[in-house]
């Protein structure tokens, strides 16, 4: 079993801070420890952001739905991760998705207030905010300059990596054949067929009710392109 | 003639900060002030960014190419406005489209070692920039989710707010017709006749070369969406 040193040392806000530096914050700053029982909601879409919040221990699932369409993405993070840390600032503060413990899962929460003292008070932590924000804010563009062909697989990778996340596995499409053509911009014949192919090649898994994308990089790699 | 303080504090970087405060910051703080003639090169796609730039007076031309695709997206940039703070940190460090003076055109640079010193002086100034880069990460998610009818025109809409930014004017779409239809995932009659549609509804101009977009809230409202 880690120590609660070693795992806090493995969140990316952390990441190449001295133990030492790690002791004196958690004596200082109030750290919330919480404990979700498997299917408890973490976070509910449309709840405002008032805390950092990163998954500690275990699973959870984080699911995106689209406004007017019925269709909606889930993912499984695992430990150590964050949870949608640009919904903290910015222009919309509360969260597009919904958090849902797969398991027994650990939460670490720390107010905005102390969240912000902790990254005025070393370098290093404003470093790690500033490049994980910054990952992000790329992300997006990064994917759509990489679309070469145009294909129904590429769209759909585009879609999924968009609204998932670095590390995420288990990625399940919740949909309604006609609002993800439209999602993705395609016929029902053409969808079909292509992600027929795309589980031929082993990328997805079809179910009556779900498109099941076991391994993120699949994604990435029908787009060339990292994350 | 706005003093120097009036044109900074306009900076998304500098809001809400006072004049003490600034004439504080550039007195310690190397400020390199630059100025681009019609036509000159202020930074190429690929170049490593290396300062935070800020265009302090006049305009600019951002122009972000497809990495293989004949389609490339411009827009133009009125100061006060920042160039790509996001690529100052996080997986990639270069920018992905080149910049151009409109005119001549006033630059404000600083290194980011320097910036960075910025940002641990004051709260106010991290939280522009957290507001700035967060907001640029909900970006992409927050179009992709307001997608609902998967028309030609939302596609355009959406590829071309996702290239360009807050605020820019007479946005430029220089193509192949193939690849553009490859990019927005259309066949070339469908585009061709939604794309004149758009024209006659004033919200972009068809030229042999070119689509021409002047007003980039034209595009927000397609989404029904905001940034």
Redesign the interface.
């Known amino acids: 079993m880690d120590s609660i040193f070693e795992i806090l040392m493995d969140l990316p806000l952390f990441q190449g801070v001295s133990r030492e530096k790690l002791a004196e914050l958690i004596e200082k700053t109030p750290f919330h420890f919480l404990k979700f029982t498997d299917g408890q909601t973490i976070a509910s879409a449309g709840d405002t952001c008032t805390h950092i919040r990163f998954i500690i221990s275990g699973k959870a699932v984080v699911e995106?739905?689209?406004?007017?369409?019925r269709v909606s993405v889930s993912e499984t993070l695992t430990a150590p991760a964050v949870i949608g840390p640009?919904?903290?600032?910015?222009?919309?503060t509360s969260y597009?998705f919904s958090v849902t413990a797969k398991g027994t899962c650990g939460v670490l929460q720390i107010t905005k207030a102390d969240y912000?003292n902790i990254?005025?008070s070393d370098?290093v932590f404003?470093?790690n905010?500033?490049?994980?924000?910054?990952?992000?804010?790329?992300?997006?563009?990064?994917n759509?300059?990489?679309?070469?062909?145009?294909s129904v697989a590429e769209?759909l990778a585009f879609?999924v990596l968009?609204?998932t996340h670095h590390g995420a596995t288990d990625i399940r499409i919740n949909y309604k054949q006609r609002d993800l053509?439209?999602?993705?911009?395609?016929q029902r014949t053409t969808l079909v067929s292509a992600v027929a192919k795309m589980q031929e090649e082993g990328i997805l898994t079809l179910t009556p009710s779900e498109i099941i994308i076991p391994d993120r990089r699949c994604l990435l790699s029908i787009l060339h392109t990292?994350?």
Chains 1, 2 share one sequence.
């Open positions: 995106t739905p689209a406004q007017s369409l640009e919904y903290l600032f910015g222009l919309n597009p912000v990254l005025n370098r404003l470093f905010v500033l490049n994980i924000l910054s990952r992000n804010a790329q992300h997006g563009t990064a759509l300059l990489a679309v070469s062909s145009g769209r879609v968009s609204l053509c439209a999602l993705i911009s395609t990292t994350d």
